[in-house]
Nanobody, 120 residues
Framework: QVQLVESGGGLVQAGGSLRLSCAAS????????MGWFRQAPGKEREFVAT????????NYADSVKGRFAISRDNAKNTVYLQMNSLKPEDTAVYYC?????????????WGQGTQVTVSS
């Protein structure tokens, strides 16, 4: 059974930073792409960033490019999202998701989410 557990969310002032972590267990983590998504109140869940199995290929939503950085440590089965220069519009529940072990970017597994609140 796949389990993804996010941590690191919280309340921060605009301009501040947070680092989210997602610990994976129950499967072959190191061959699967990973992603971060977010959902703000009253809005649909949206893509934030993805990373391939090796960490060599990353993709970002335009709204976070240059401010957020996704990374992974396969030895620790953990993916990270470093968030800098945070804005109030970054306020959302952030979810970690795992793709398939064959490298397919299909998000079959999700964590429970961690709240990020940015005050102005």
């Amino acid at each position: 059974q796949v389990q993804l557990v996010e941590s690191g969310g919280g309340l921060v002032q605009a301009g501040g930073s947070l680092r989210l972590s997602c610990a994976a267990s129950g499967r072959t983590f190191r061959t699967a792409p990973m992603g971060w998504f977010r959902q703000a109140p009253g809005k649909e869940r949206e893509f934030v960033a993805t990373i391939n199995w090796s960490g060599g290929i990353t993709n970002y939503a335009d709204s976070v490019k240059g401010r957020f950085a996704i990374s992974r440590d396969n030895a620790k089965n953990t993916v990270y999202l470093q968030m800098n220069s945070l804005k109030p519009e970054d306020t959302a529940v952030y979810y970690c998701a795992s793709g398939l072990e064959d490298g397919t970017y299909r998000w079959d597994y999700w964590g429970q989410g961690t709240q990020v609140t940015v005050s102005s």
